[in-house]
């Protein structure tokens, strides 16, 4: 049965995995290309129905889940970024679904 | 017991606004590696082969003689080249989300603009700018990010054979973005620079 999306409060976080090669280690951040559209939008993770762990072992691939790092998004944050929108969008397989939808750079 | 990435996302509370991204700043907190990944990722001492790889591209893209350039900053940029070349190993939906792999042609567009952005930046701008961070985009792409206290340059180097290149550039209250036709001269990208440095 198909889960009803909701409206994210501003106070609540976003998870998003990170591959390692989207790190820059010398400097401890991700590189801006972490932060782009796959589809219709980011896809993240709603902390109301997913931890950490979940969003980082919901990995569809065989690769190592310690391969990637979590980052941490406010959404109220991400709505205070020109053209960003956070839609819930959950899935069959996983209702902590969440797109951040709008565009990143000018040319995607 | 080891401890995982996950794990300390827990008490991580804190958040930061440290990284510019094109047109946004990304509020985030990140939650480090584990040590031994992290042992493992910063162990990236240059193979004879990437050695041998990055020569050539340096001796196609910089002029020799500007020995300055040769010893001091291609030294820095070793690092950052022999990254992009490993993008090449990543399959699709490397990212778990969908994403495409990098193919060769685009990794070879990346570093001949990262050396000729970075030669052109040295040499007639006088700007040292520190080797630039990449990382794959989720649309085969690739974005490199210069950034210091006072500027900030991003580029994106399309999926290739996409000429349409993407760039950002941030310095105090000025910003420009747009997008530009790559065909092997990145005089325009000096131009716009020249404009606000």
């Known amino acids: 049965m198909p889960y009803e999306a909701e409206e994210i409060p501003n106070k609540d976080f976003l998870f998003r995995r990170i591959h390692k090669s989207q790190i820059d280690l010398v400097n401890d951040k991700p590189g801006s290309g972490a932060f782009s559209d796959s589809g219709d939008g980011m896809s993240t993770d709603w902390d109301k129905y997913s931890t950490p762990h979940e969003t980082r072992n919901r990995i569809k691939t065989n690769t190592d889940p310690l391969d990637y790092g979590i980052v941490r998004l ?6 205070n970024i020109e053209d960003q929108e956070v839609i819930h969008t959950p899935e069959d397989y996983n209702r902590a679904h969440t797109d951040i939808i709008g565009k990143k750079k000018i040319a995607n | 017991m080891q401890t995982t990435i996950a794990d300390k996302v827990i008490n991580y509370n804190e958040e930061k606004p440290i990284l510019k991204s094109w ?28 050695r041998i790889m990055l020569e050539k591209i340096y001796a196609k893209n910089i002029d020799l003689n500007r020995s300055i350039f040769i010893t001091e900053e291609k030294n820095k940029l070793d690092r950052t080249l022999s990254k992009i070349l490993e993008l090449n190993k990543l399959e699709v939906n490397w990212d778990g989300y969908g994403a495409k792999s990098i193919n060769i042609d685009t990794i070879n567009a990346g ?34 990010d210069w950034d210091t206290e006072e500027l900030s340059i991003m580029v994106n180097i399309p999926q290739q054979p996409n000429p349409i290149y993407s760039i950002y550039i941030e310095r105090g209250d000025t ?23």
């Open chain 1, 74 to 79: 406010n959404t109220g944050m991400i709505r």
């Open chain 2, 175 to 197: 910003k420009i973005e747009m997008e530009f036709h790559y065909k092997g001269n990145i005089d325009g990208v000096l131009f716009i620079l020249s404009q606000i440095v």
């Open chain 2, 23 to 50: 047109r946004s700043n990304w509020w985030y907190s990140m939650i480090p590696f584990t040590q031994s990944k992290e042992s493992e990722l910063y162990d990236q001492s240059l193979s004879f082969v990437t």
């Open chain 2, 111 to 144: 570093i001949k603009f990262i050396t000729l952005l970075s030669e052109k930046l040295f040499h007639y701008k006088s700007i040292k700018m520190p080797p630039p961070t990449v990382s794959p985009c989720t649309d085969g792409g690739i974005d490199v």
